[in-house]
């Protein structure tokens, strides 16, 4: 019976520490989860793909301001046209494009705003990897602090049983009891292995993010830290408009077709061509100047004259932009909404935080503490007693889903901000 009281205090001392070492989470053990959201961003697939994408795009824009290659022509006559210097055999000449002025500008401006939106692609995968490894890791956690509990009530159940059994042999006990205490270890030791059995798809997900193959397990702290937002509503959302991958995407875009709408007025002016040729002349006889080749210098425009089809390209680019505008204001609203309902996960898992850790657990402690002094009494049956300690679990159970959803909705508002 001592040992039994002992195993008692042991788990409520177990308990009560560790709820007191989730509000002062240790820098070593946030270090861990920074640790492999460093080696997540530096050798994730998906992120170094995006990365090469928007050095790609950059890389664009040098060649978007360049001049048009020019052209070299050639000409042979079939047919020499006679001159007082010679006849004409050939000709060679080349010709430079030059855009109307504003024209390679524009283009610049818009492989600009494509790099802008690879950035921002690039930007929104790191979050996103980064709030996956988060969440993976949160889950392990979880997963280790309910297989602990679980491990407890094991060991708790363990003693009861010997204390039932030397009830038993007193007769001071059914044979009810010591079935029921059977029983649930049967199914403690069920749920043992059902979690250690939910390990092996958690490291084969964070093995994928982090691309290590050869990573044997997945380290977390022994606790996490608890800590309320700092920011309004009204001033998160100016953060999310301000830095959030998908409206800074959705603006670059805006951008791009603002620019391709300028181009497409410009398009109505003509590009220049300058150029020089060379016109070969063969000897003729009896003349000074024979033989001589003279040079033309060229110049040449090109002619919109299709009005229709820069009209058209104009009306496009007009609609293009508008529609752009009203996915700005979609994914505005949508973020919104989106915020609401973080918000509300953070109030509510912090309700209950507080709920489960200062009210319910305490009591639950309190019962179970009182539970078994009137077994042991002889004052209640067993079904009391594992009623109390059930109860108790599912209190600590919940405190702990309680601070992993917490942790993840904080993790999906550095997602949505950009932070």
């Known amino acids: 019976m001592k040992s039994f009281h002992k195993i008692i205090i042991k788990y409520t001392f177990g308990l009560l ?21 460093r080696t997540g961003l530096e050798n994730n697939p998906s992120i170094q793909e995006k990365f090469k994408q928007w050095k790609s795009a950059e890389a664009k824009i040098a060649f978007a301001k360049g001049l048009p290659n020019p052209s070299i ?13 010679g006849p004409q055999e050939y000709k060679i000449g080349i010709m430079q ?47 280790m602090r309910i297989r602990d509990l679980t491990q407890q009530n094991f060991e708790l159940i363990q003693n009861w049983d010997s204390v039932i059994r030397s009830k038993y042999v007193t007769s001071r006990t059914g044979h009810p009891d010591l079935i029921k205490t059977q029983i649930e270890l049967i199914q403690l030791e069920d749920d043992l292995l059902s979690l250690e059995n939910q390990k092996r798809p958690l490291l084969e997900s964070f093995r994928s993010l982090l691309n290590n193959p050869n990573l044997s397990d997945i380290v977390v702290s022994d606790s996490l830290s608890f800590s309320t937002i700092g920011f309004e509503k009204k001033d998160l959302f100016k953060m999310i408009k301000e830095t959030n991958p998908y409206i800074l995407m959705a603006q670059a875009e805006l951008n791009m077709n603002k620019f391709r709408l300028k181009k497409a007025k410009l398009n109505r002016l003509p590009n220049l061509g300058i150029g020089i040729e060379k016109i070969g002349t063969g000897e003729k006889v009896g003349s000074e100047m024979s033989g001589k080749d003279p040079l033309v210098a060229k110049i040449s425009l090109d002619l919109p004259i299709w009005f229709r089809k820069n009209k058209s390209a104009i009306k496009s680019a007009n609609l293009s932009m508008e529609a752009v505008e009203q996915k700005l204001n979609s994914i505005q609203n949508e973020l919104g909404a989106e915020l609401e309902n973080i918000l509300y996960d953070l109030k509510e898992s912090e309700r209950q935080i507080n709920l489960y850790q200062n009210v319910l657990i305490p009591k639950g402690l309190e019962s179970l503490g009182a539970t078994e002094k009137a077994y042991r009494s002889d004052k209640i049956d067993f079904l009391s007693l594992v009623d109390a300690q059930q109860r108790l679990l599912k209190f600590q159970m919940k405190y702990e889903k309680a601070l992993i959803d917490h942790l993840k909705a904080k993790s999906k508002l550095s997602v949505l901000t950009g932070e």
């Open 73 to 85: 022509s050639f000409g042979y006559f079939l047919e020499n046209v006679e001159t007082a210097v």
């Open 17 to 37: 520490f560790g709820i007191g070492l989730v509000f002062a989470q240790s820098d070593h053990s946030e270090e861990i989860l920074n640790q492999y959201i």
């Open 97 to 143: 494009k030059i855009p109307w002025f504003g024209k390679r500008k524009a283009d610049a401006n818009i492989q600009s705003a494509n790099a802008e939106m690879a950035f921002s692609q690039l930007e929104q995968k790191r979050l996103s990897i980064t709030h996956e490894i988060r969440t993976v890791w949160y889950d392990s956690y979880y997963l």
